[in-house]
């Protein structure tokens, strides 16, 4: 798995990034088609991306929580290649990936959360991507398969200066987004950024948080909650009861736009 995620961070940025996303679609077809009621979710990614390229205009400065492999991080520098941008990502490895691909971002090997300190993060070996805070429901064979790091954790608003102005924030830290956006809540404040959230009450449960926590969190902030498709064709923002509605099977997203009201 760790050879697997290096080659598609290896790709990211690269002429064969798209070539290598269009094989992974073809891989998922059968599954598209024993499954046509999940096609919100198949073409989220897409989605996402278009909402970005929307979102982000040059000299915008962006921050990626949860960075991964960097996929989203490449499209913030690529869309806004004179902002300054900002990632977190905890996981040793893949900081270290990072530092070495993007030697012109600020990459910093933190936790986010509401409180300074260190914590417990609980690394999937076989799915990195889904590490995190908290370990998620696992069968005691998928415990052997967890590795635990101690990692730090720091406040959004005590890690980016005031006088950096921040348009864009994407966070996926696997059910930790409500302390993490608690923590930067100056920012939210002060610069009205767009934020690309994951949001999924599986993951906010062990953390316990609800979806009704995030809606009113951002509601406090003068935020709108989008699906991606309602916001690219200038549509509604989403009520609370249609908000828990999209994460009712079958699902229709699982990531989400907080936009700023007008």
């Known amino acids: 798995m760790l050879m697997k995620e290096y080659i598609a961070h290896k790709l990211i940025g690269t002429p064969l990034e798209g070539a290598a996303k269009s094989l992974r679609n073809l891989t998922k077809l059968p ?34 929580i949860g960075a991964h492999i960097g996929s989203v991080l490449n499209q913030m520098i690529e869309l806004s290649p004179q902002g300054k941008h900002v990632a977190f990502e905890p996981i040793p490895y893949k900081y270290e990936w990072l530092k070495q691909k993007f030697p012109n971002v600020e990459i910093l ?19 990195s991507g889904f590490s995190g805070l908290q370990l998620r429901g696992t069968s005691p064979k998928d415990e052997q398969k967890v590795e635990v790091l101690k990692v730090k954790l720091a406040r959004l608003d005590d890690v980016i200066p005031a006088d950096l102005p921040i348009g864009f924030i994407k966070i996926d830290v696997e059910g930790a987004e ?7 809540e100056r920012i939210l404040k ?18 316990n948080v609800t979806p009704l926590d995030m809606y009113e969190f951002f509601g406090a902030y003068n935020y709108s909650i989008f699906l991606f498709k309602d916001w690219l064709a200038d549509g509604e923002p989403l009520s609370y009861e249609q908000f828990i509605q999209t994460m009712q099977y079958p699902f229709q997203a699982f990531n989400f736009l907080a936009i700023p009201q007008k």
């Open 31 to 64: 599954q598209r088609i024993r499954h046509p009621e999940l096609h919100e979710i198949y073409v989220e990614s897409d989605r996402g991306d278009l909402a970005m390229s929307r979102l982000i205009s040059d000299g915008m400065n962006c921050i990626d």
């Open 178 to 184: 409500l302390s993490a956006l608690k923590g930067g």
């Open 109 to 127: 090997q933190l936790a986010l959360s509401d409180t300074e300190g260190e914590a417990n993060f609980y690394v999937q070996q076989q799915q």
């Open 190 to 207: 002060q610069n009205h950024p767009a934020i690309l959230f994951e949001c999924f009450p599986g993951n906010l449960k062990p953390h």
